[in-house]
């Protein structure tokens, strides 16, 4: 999974110099946590630079970062066009996906 610390703060979530759009919830120091198989690929949505590519067979993986620094790894499916590095893509997800955590506890809230 997909462990991102930031801080919510109405429909946004701001993460190492990006504010990400999320469903309203908990606000303040969080952790979200988001699959890589629960992003995909939009026209718009969170901004991820490609770093690098793994093939898996009938997947691939996409590491790549949100904001600044933040890892993030996406799976995509094989016969997707592969994204090449340095590429910026842009994901989404369903609400239901997300997950928040406590920052300072690691409890899911």
């Known amino acids: 999974?997909?462990?991102?610390p930031g801080r919510q703060q109405g429909g946004q979530f701001h993460i190492d110099g990006a504010a990400l759009d999320v469903p309203p919830g908990v606000e303040g120091d969080l952790t979200l946590g988001l699959r890589p198989e629960h992003a995909q690929?939009?026209?718009?949505?969170?901004p991820m630079r490609v770093e690098m590519l793994e093939m898996l067979g009938a997947e691939r993986l996409v590491y790549g970062k949100l904001g600044n620094a933040t890892p993030f790894t996406l799976r995509l499916d094989a016969t997707l066009p592969a994204p090449q590095p340095g590429e910026q893509l842009h994901l989404a997800f369903r609400p239901e996906h997300l997950h928040r955590f406590d920052a300072k506890t690691g409890q899911r809230l």
């Open 1 to 4: 999974m997909n462990l991102l």
């Open 41 to 46: 690929l939009a026209d718009r949505g969170w």
